[in-house]
């Protein structure tokens, strides 16, 4: 009886919805990363030049359970990590960053868009 539930929990769709943000539009997200040079520092599908290592890449940026290592990968999280990293984790080295929390919202939404 025990192998037929261990046998049926692994055959669960442990599969999340795509995370979404009301109002957020992704391709303005994608347009507010090039100017405020996000890929400086960080390789970003989409984005040709520069192509930074000093941050981790965010190609499946949606697929990470974590961010900076050490939050839970929510919207209203990843929003407040994008305009003030810093104030988050002071040992991070990502910067705190000019944008307003609409253009958070929008990069948030683009950042969900990148899978494996």
């Known amino acids: 009886m025990l192998s037929v539930a ?3 929990c692994a055959c669960v769709d442990k599969t999340e919805p795509p995370r979404t943000i ?3 539009d992704a391709e303005r997200g ?4 090039q100017r405020v040079g996000c890929a400086a520092c960080h390789v970003i ?4 030049w520069p192509a930074g290592l000093t941050g ?11 961010i900076g ?16 990293a810093p104030a988050m984790s002071s040992e991070t080295a990502m910067p705190a ?3 307003t929390q609409a253009e958070a ?3 948030a939404a683009y950042l969900y868009t990148l899978d494996e």
Do not use: H, K, T
Request: no cysteine.
């Open 69 to 84: 290592g050490r939050f839970p990968n929510r919207p209203d999280v990843l929003v407040d990590w994008l305009i003030d």
């Open 45 to 48: 599908p989409g984005v040709r």
């Open 105 to 107: 919202r929008d990069i």
């Open 22 to 24: 009301m109002g957020a």
């Open 97 to 99: 960053m000019p944008l």
């Open 56 to 66: 981790p890449s965010l190609r499946g940026f949606s697929d990470s359970p974590m």
């Open 30 to 33: 994608l347009a507010a990363m």
């Open 6 to 8: 261990l046998l049926l």
